[in-house]
């Protein structure tokens, strides 16, 4: 039983301050990628809606690997229901203008026909666009371009400005104010990783897939039909070793360090410098087209996959590393979150409130540093909770030990309820605690997870993955039409739309080098 200690140390010095207010008024953004599919279900071979705006330049409405892989993004704020009534508006007004397609309702895509079937995401004739185009592509030749077209929802989260001050004086630290915030950040990274296997266990929503996506490939996954492969007792595919990673990482020695931000720093910096053999074989530039956007481990910093990530806000042409190194950690962004095929919106407030008291959780929670071995058990613990995570007796690695999954969980549902308490402490709905005992019950009873549930539904209508996830799409879809945008919310959208286009043309009329030469520009930018 590990050591609660400084936890609720911590935790009993905020909540007897004046100021344990502060510890409620966390900043909270979303970011929910949906697939727009023809009515077959089959990816839309169209560009992004001219209507909608540019992508490259607009703030809440872009595209992320695919012209056919929209991105829905809403500022911070302070309050869960406003960034999901935002989401909400978004996706109103994207459907409105949507024609003869819709958004696909889960994280795994379906229909694929070959990977020369997605198209990758244009943003216009600037170097900035054109940068962005190359690194799909470079995507495209490293992981398979099928891989990219995996859907997600990113949970963003910060802590208010006028909190670091009151923790760091309840703590008697002596850093710089923006040292200890970093350090913080990076305890709380930390800390979301080696517990980070309770996400999809709770929220996943992808425990099959269709058979179209694997393009042919060999699997060993199940056959639950004559389209459908999945794993019995899986909680997110998506998550597993059929989703994105970073699978070269053993050969190349990429393994991005968490210790403090200086390492996690330098370890990126490393990889985007330090050339890698297998990635040279598709060559830089062929038939003078760019197919990457270099030949090293990493191209730029967002290719390393994370469960979640140290954030800065980017100025200009700025490298994240560089942000980071200049200005510290501004919020974290988890991204290990499926998108809930039984919401219209893929993502609904019970699951963010949880996520917002666990991320406190692993922030007051101490968090020695990550060694080698407890790595290795952290990577174990993602893989296997998102193939087996609903198995009876499932025991993952902790310490070195073997330890059952649902007694682990239900050790970290017990710790948090006390921080649940602080956040619904003026609150009468206590809508914390009431989804922490929600997310208990799908520990005590793994056939409430939205994994067992989608499963269930297929067997029951002897549905096949495709047609599960267009029924669900269709369900979506009918929602959305039934919902109306304000003239006001109307006018917003489009302003930001036509706003979007002309930041764009600006951009393109104002570049006045080369593209290469505005790659070097922007990869000789060096660490102080």
């Known amino acids: 039983m590990p050591d609660y200690h400084i936890l609720r140390k911590r935790l009993n010095s905020v909540s007897a301050s004046s100021e344990s207010r502060l510890l409620t008024e966390n900043n909270i953004g979303l970011e ?17 809606p001219d209507v909608l705006g540019a992508p490259l330049t607009h ?120 040292d200890f915030i970093n350090t913080r950040y990076f305890d ?25 996506f694997l393009l042919g490939g060999s699997t ?21 070793d059929i989703g994105y990673q970073n699978n070269k990482e053993n050969e190349s020695g990429i393994k991005a360090c968490y210790k403090n931000i200086d390492s996690y720093i330098s370890s990126l910096d490393w990889a985007i410098n330090t050339p890698y053999e297998g990635y040279e074989k598709f060559g830089l530039l062929k038939n003078g087209k760019y197919q990457q956007l270099n030949t090293n481990i990493l191209q730029i910093e967002n290719e390393y996959y994370s469960t979640i990530r140290p954030k800065q806000i980017l100025q200009g042409n700025e490298k994240p590393t560089m942000a980071l190194s200049k200005r510290g950690v501004k919020y974290v962004e988890l991204r290990s979150l499926d998108v809930n095929a039984y919401d219209p919106l893929g993502v609904n407030e019970s699951q963010l409130h949880f996520l917002e008291a666990f991320l406190l959780f692993c922030l007051l929670h101490d968090s020695p540093v990550i060694e080698l071995p407890e790595r290795q058990e952290v990577d174990h613990n993602e893989m296997l909770t998102a193939h087996h995570g609903r198995k009876p007796g499932l025991k993952l690695s902790r310490n070195r ?47 409430m997870t939205p994994s067992a549930r989608m499963l269930d539904d297929m067997r029951q209508d002897s549905e096949s993955f495709h047609r599960f996830a267009s029924r669900m ?56």
């Not at 330890?403 to 969980?409: F, G, H, I, T």
């Open 59 to 178: 703030p809440y409405i872009t595209t992320d690997y695919s012209e056919a892989l929209s991105e829905f993004i809403t500022p911070p704020f302070s309050r869960i229901t406003e960034a999901l009534e935002f989401l909400q508006n978004t996706q109103k007004f994207v459907y409105k203008n949507l024609k003869d397609e819709i958004l696909w309702a889960t994280s795994m895509p379906c229909v694929v026909a070959g990977e020369s079937s997605i198209p990758l995401a244009c943003y216009g004739d600037s170097n900035a666009g054109t940068m962005k185009n190359v690194y799909r592509r470079g995507l495209g030749h490293r992981y398979g371009r099928a891989m990219q077209l995996i859907a997600g929802v990113h949970f963003n989260f910060s802590l208010t400005e006028s909190f670091w001050p009151v923790l760091q004086e309840l703590e008697g630290d002596k850093q710089s104010l923006q």
């Open 188 to 212: 709380l990274i930390r800390n979301s990783q080696r517990l980070g296997w309770l996400v999809p266990y709770l929220f996943g929503a992808s425990p099959a897939v269709c058979k179209s």
């Open 220 to 240: 060993t996954l199940a056959e639950f039909d004559e389209s459908t492969y999945f794993e019995p007792y899986a909680t997110s595919l998506r998550m597993g």
């Open 473 to 528: 799409s269709r369900q979506h879809f009918h929602y959305y039409k039934n919902l109306h945008l304000s003239a006001e919310q109307e006018a917003f959208y489009q302003n930001e739309a036509q706003q979007s286009k002309l930041k764009q043309e600006a951009i393109e009329r104002a570049d006045n080098i080369s593209f290469e030469e505005y790659l070097e520009a922007y990869f000789s930018q060096k660490l102080e």
């Open 32 to 48: 929910k990628e949906s697939l727009r599919v023809n009515v077959t279900g089959g990816i839309a071979q169209t560009p992004h």
């Open 401 to 447: 030990k073997n330890q059952v999954l649902k007694s682990w969980a239900m050790e970290i549902m017990e710790e948090m309820a006390g921080i649940c308490e602080l956040l619904d402490a003026n609150d009468p709905d206590k809508p914390y605690t009431a989804s922490l005992i929600k997310q208990t019950e799908r520990v005590i009873h793994p056939d």
